[in-house]
């Protein structure tokens, strides 16, 4: 295509960039299966922004479409099948759908407690970018980043939101090294998993003095 081989200047990611983000899913405390592979792969012009399975994005645009602002969580669902996400309702494929106001089912963690949509953006899988996420509601809103973590979450308010699995966070670090083969377990970061509360809010820890008895 034109803008393939004639690429235009504006907001990351421009046409021909190549980003990976994790995205996962949690519905009322309990952390879902990865999506699998985009349906739609086979056959026509990829999707800009699909995932090939593992709970990685792909964001590789090929048209203006997809490219700069348009490249947004948003987007990614518009191309995956039977995926609904919008500010009010998750629906993940051959599942429930899950609309604001709706009870989490027995045998969940959040179990007959009202939940909403929350989604979690942190803009790295390490550092400081690592520690306190963005939430969101509207998918639109999500813009992605490269080795970026999403967890699109249906949950109470004030119930956690994790961040993706450290499987799914070593499936990342793969995707952007170029590799499949499973990176050494010294070679990936520690995810604790520091639930983050909805609505946000920052803690204040009070420091621990200790005091030390002299001889």
């Known amino acids: 295509r034109y803008e393939r081989h004639h690429p235009v200047s504006g907001p990351a990611p421009t046409v021909g960039t190549t980003w990976h983000a994790a995205l996962a899913f949690d519905v009322c405390g309990t952390l879902q299966p990865s999506l699998p592979a985009n349906p739609n792969l086979t056959g026509g012009s990829l999707p800009g922004i699909r995932t090939d399975g593992g709970g990685v994005v792909l964001i590789a645009p090929t048209t203006a479409q997809d490219a700069g602002n348009n490249a947004t969580l948003a987007r990614f669902v518009r191309y995956y099948s039977k995926l609904s996400l919008t500010s009010s309702k998750l629906q993940l494929p051959g599942s429930h759908a899950y609309r604001s106001g709706d009870a989490c089912p027995p045998g969940t963690p959040d179990a007959g407690r009202r939940g909403s949509v929350r989604i979690a953006a942190w803009s790295s899988f390490t550092g400081p970018g690592s520690e306190h996420p963005v939430i969101y509601s509207d998918p639109a809103a999500v813009k992605f ?59 204040t820890t009070t420091p621990t003095t200790s005091t030390t008895k002299a001889k």
């Open 145 to 203: 980043a490269n080795r970026q973590l999403i967890t699109v979450a249906f949950v109470p308010s004030g119930a956690s939101v994790p961040k993706p699995s450290a499987q799914t966070i070593l499936a990342l670090l793969n995707a952007s090294a170029g590799t499949s083969n499973p990176t050494s377990p010294s070679t990936v970061p520690s995810v604790s998993t520091p639930s983050v509360t909805t609505p946000t809010t920052t803690a």
